[in-house]
């Protein structure tokens, strides 16, 4: 079974970066396949897709996001790390991290973390 | 950027009656490879998002088959056979055929 679960500040002031990780087991991202995603969601909005890092270390970013967004991953502890630098009140979101369905490409989330809400406030 | 557009934004449904929301692409969703990358998701309130429907039509394991995916290209569709309580809710949509994947703006199921 797998299961994620992300953690992280719930208060960051503005310029501050942002530093959030997903631990998860029941997958590795060392095996082929393996893909874990970051995605957004402002209070009583829509989700926004951040990020991506697979297996093999590759890795996709929002273009809008990109010059501010970092994955890493740490196969030995299973877990990423996702920093956003320079954060702004608009950047206030519930986070979450998921798993990309399946081994092939299957462009689905299929097990998501409950998330973490961060509040961007002087 | 694709942009996917769901309509309606809210739909208001009687229990035991069907529904049915819209999904399309500002381009194709058909991958080099053949496939097509559209999924949908649903999220009650205060919970994350749970995946229903992958590459268009396939439920995920656990997903009742009142619960179907239609459609191709640009134009896709989600439509519940009988809502019950449980299913409201908003519902997603999300393409994942080109980077950076991208998600509908969500459309709220209530009951009556």
């Known amino acids: 079974q797998i299961t994620l679960k992300e953690s992280g500040p719930t208060l960051v002031k503005p310029t501050q970066t942002l530093t959030l990780t997903c631990t998860f087991s029941g997958l590795s991202l060392s095996t082929s396949g393996v893909g874990v995603g970051w995605i957004r969601q402002p209070p009583g909005k829509a989700l926004e897709w951040l990020a991506l890092?697979?297996?093999?270390?590759?890795?996709y970013y929002s273009p809008s996001l990109k010059s501010r967004l970092t994955i890493t991953k740490d196969t030995s502890k299973n877990h990423l790390v996702l920093t956003m630098a320079n954060m702004d009140p608009v950047d206030t979101a519930t986070y979450y991290c998921?798993?990309?369905?399946?081994?092939?490409?299957?462009?689905?989330?299929?097990?998501w973390g409950q998330g973490t809400m961060v509040t961007v406030s002087s | 950027d694709i942009v996917m557009t769901q309509t309606p934004l809210s739909s208001p449904v009687t229990l035991g009656q069907p529904a049915s929301i819209s999904c399309r692409s500002s381009?194709?969703?058909?991958?080099?490879?053949?496939?097509?990358?559209l999924s949908w998701l649903h999220q009650r309130p205060g919970q994350p998002p749970r995946l229903l429907i992958y590459k268009i039509s396939n439920r995920l394991s656990g997903v009742p088959d009142r619960f179907s995916g239609s459609g191709a290209g640009t134009d896709f569709t989600l439509k519940i056979s009988r809502v019950e309580a449980e299913d409201v809710g908003v519902y997603y949509c999300?393409?994942?055929?080109?980077?950076?994947?991208?998600f509908g703006q969500g459309t709220k199921v209530e009951i009556k």
């Open positions: 998921a798993n990309r369905l399946g081994k092939g490409n299957t462009g689905a989330f299929d097990v």
């Open positions: 890092i697979y297996w093999n270390g590759d890795e």
């Open positions: 381009q194709s969703l058909v991958h080099s490879g053949g496939s097509t990358f």
């Open positions: 999300m393409q994942a055929t080109q980077f950076p994947w991208t």
